[in-house]
């Protein structure tokens, strides 16, 4: 769905509406290794509008701490802990790697949904995981929020009200 842009954003953007259910959008994540993607700077961004959009990098051979096999984890950036910004206005975040994450299911480091580490440390307690998907989810109480220029590594989408990504 397309939503409202601003100066920074271009004339578009990305509505994450959840009226039914938890809304996103997710592309493969060419099975980057987790420790060169949380090293590079600037590999990971996007703009958001609304405290509930989260960035979210889906990862396999975690080392699960719950024994289960394949190390599956959904590792989750999310504005309330990193700062809470952008409840009422457009917010560029460039640098991702460097925030606060917490994982869907516990992992090396993060064992609970409460715990937050830099992607660097997760990664260095996780040195097998690789990337299987990355995107951007509006999955809270908040009826919706924005999104727009998305960065994954040199990848980047740019929501414009013709349907089109760049």
């Given amino acids: 769905m397309s939503g409202p842009g601003d100066g920074n954003s271009g004339k578009g ?3 994450l509406e959840n009226s039914q259910g ?4 997710f592309h493969p994540g060419f099975s980057t290794p987790l420790t ?3 090293r590079e700077r600037n590999a990971l961004g996007f703009m ?3 405290t509930s ?5 889906r990862i396999r051979d975690a080392k699960r701490t719950d024994s289960v096999l394949g190390g599956f984890t959904t590792l989750v950036w999310q504005p309330s802990k990193n700062g809470n910004a952008g409840a009422n206005s457009w917010v560029t975040n460039p640098d991702l790697a460097s925030g606060q994450w917490w994982s869907t299911n516990p992992i090396a480091g993060l064992p609970t949904r409460d715990k937050l580490l830099t992607l660097s440390q997760i990664a260095d307690q996780n040195p097998r995981a690789w990337v299987g998907e990355y ?7 908040s009826t919706s929020s924005y999104v727009d220029n998305v960065v994954y590594g ?13």
């Avoid at 040199?154 to 760049?166: A, I, N, Q, R």
């Fill in 13 to 15: 953007s990305l509505k």
């Fill in 22 to 25: 938890p809304a996103s959008l």
């Fill in 36 to 38: 060169q993607l949380a």
């Fill in 48 to 50: 958001y509008k609304g």
């Fill in 53 to 57: 959009a989260t960035f979210q990098i």
């Fill in 135 to 141: 995107g951007v989810r509006n999955g809270s109480a």
């Fill in 154 to 166: 040199c990848s980047k989408w740019d929501f414009e009200p013709d349907g089109s990504l760049s």
